[in-house]
T-cell receptor, first 116, second 110 residues
């Protein structure tokens, strides 16, 4: 299975600023997914990022707030823009197991974001 | 939206005991997956059961799936303190997206 390097692992940011989170995969993958996990909660899908096309956002998430880049098949970034304390969460990237729908997904180690 | 509901929300057991966690879902699935998360870190895939399977084993893990009841259970046998973590079920659909349940926080006391 793929190995994902996610950076930064944690950050404390001032409100109104932006943070870009990076995920680097050790192999080429078709789809990458970005999740948010609010404190004590489960994972909520923010968007799906395919190389060469715009990310597809889930209900409640917009591109202006969470711009995503996917410049190639091994890398993606998620930016949390104009942050407020409500954005304090763990953000995780994930990759699909290839064109086989019945394999487990691989996750990055997460970015713990605190907005003050 | 979250379509997996898990119970219990929290479970505390002694080392050596078995732990059972349940997951229910509302719509059709290609597969049902279970993940573990230690202390708010990344998720680790534990086991996947396909929609046409009823039971699957992996080491100390046993997963069952009842598609007629839209439910699954994860059994961890002979638990260890290192099993302390949050466990999530995730519904795998045809669109490659995963929909996660609320999770069960398992505490295994030494």
């Amino acid at each position: 299975s793929a190995v994902i390097s996610q950076k930064p692992s944690r950050d404390i940011c001032q409100r109104g600023t932006s943070l870009t989170i990076q995920c680097q995969v050790d192999s080429q993958v078709t789809m990458m997914f970005w999740y948010r996990q609010q404190p004590g909660q489960s994972l909520t899908l923010i968007a799906t990022a395919n190389q060469g096309s715009e990310a597809t956002y889930e209900s409640g998430f917009v591109i202006d707030k969470f711009p995503i880049s996917r410049p190639n098949l091994t890398f993606s970034t998620l930016t949390v823009s104009n942050m407020s304390p409500e954005d304090s969460s763990i953000y995780l990237c994930s990759v699909d197991p290839g064109h086989v729908v019945n394999y487990g997904y691989t996750f990055g180690s997460g970015t713990r974001l605190t907005v003050v | 939206s979250q379509q997996g509901e898990e119970d219990p929300q929290a479970l505390s057991i002694q080392e050596g005991e078995n732990a059972t966690m349940n997951c229910s879902y509302k719509t059709s699935i290609n597969n049902l997956q279970w993940y573990r998360q230690n202390s708010g870190r990344g998720l680790v895939h534990l086991i996947l059961i396909r929609s046409n399977e009823r039971e699957k084993h992996s080491g100390r893990l046993r997963v069952t799936l009842d598609t007629s009841k839209k439910s699954s259970s994860l059994l961890i046998t002979a638990s260890r303190a290192a099993d302390t973590a949050s466990y999530f079920c995730a519904r795998g659909g045809s669109n490659y997206k995963l929909t996660f349940g609320k999770g069960t926080l398992l505490t295994v006391n030494p």
